[in-house]
């Protein structure tokens, strides 16, 4: 039931964590509706806890399969705010192909998927743009890349989907590349997100791992995130 009193508490029962699960999946399933999702995108705030919240992890955001769930909710909150954007920004490749047909649609939180994204703001974009695929690959995606080596496959998938948004962005491209001891930032010096899952590979030697996956959620979150690769002059050699 209610908490007594003013009427301003959380139900009894209920944690702090559990609300956090609950608000950051409203996000992402809010962020499947273009013109919330480019509204969302362009919240400072909304940035800046998604990018603290992942660089936490899920063993740090609450107790058991409740701080893995936000975590993925964070993952799928993030790719989906990442697709809505123009094609200077995210679209096209470092050539001015388009960067691969993308997403045909965002999911809700649990399903995976993303639409969208519009570099921008005060993350290094045009003002009012996407702040989610404008901010820096290692205060937000740096993050997520670890997933992409773990056991729990609807992490690797969200995690993949994640890429797939994201590597839209040249930028972005360029972080695959590197050698996990060049990813931490941008002086060289090893960081949070230098690693993917303790590999020694570059995040796109890890994605064309994953195409021996039997998964084909995977495989397309893959897919897509390599198709980007595929248009970008300055990067296709690297397939």
Known sequence: GASGGGGGGVA?????ADVLVKLVRLIANL??????SAQLARSEAVVAALCRLVSLGGASLGV?????????????A??????????????RGSNGDEAGDGYDGGAEAGDG????????????????????????????????VPLLTCDNEEAQIEAARAVGAFSRSPAVRSFLQRPPQRRGSDDGSEGAGSDSGGSEECVLDVLLGL?????????????????NFSVDSQHIAAL
């Open 64 to 76: 058991g399969v409740g701080g893995d769930e936000l975590l993925l909710n964070c993952v799928c």
């Open 78 to 91: 993030a790719a989906n705010l990442a697709w809505h954007g123009d094609a200077d920004a995210g679209g």
């Open 113 to 144: 998927g993303s639409d969208g994204g519009q570099a921008g703001g005060g993350y290094g974009g045009r003002a009012g743009g996407n702040l989610v695929l404008a901010a820096p690959p290692e205060a937000l995606l740096a993050h997520m």
């Open 211 to 227: 195409l021996r996956s039997r998964s084909n959620e995977l495989l397309c979150g893959v897919c897509r995130a390599l198709m």
């Open 12 to 16: 009894r029962g209920v944690s702090a």
């Open 31 to 36: 962020a499947t509706h273009p013109e919330a």
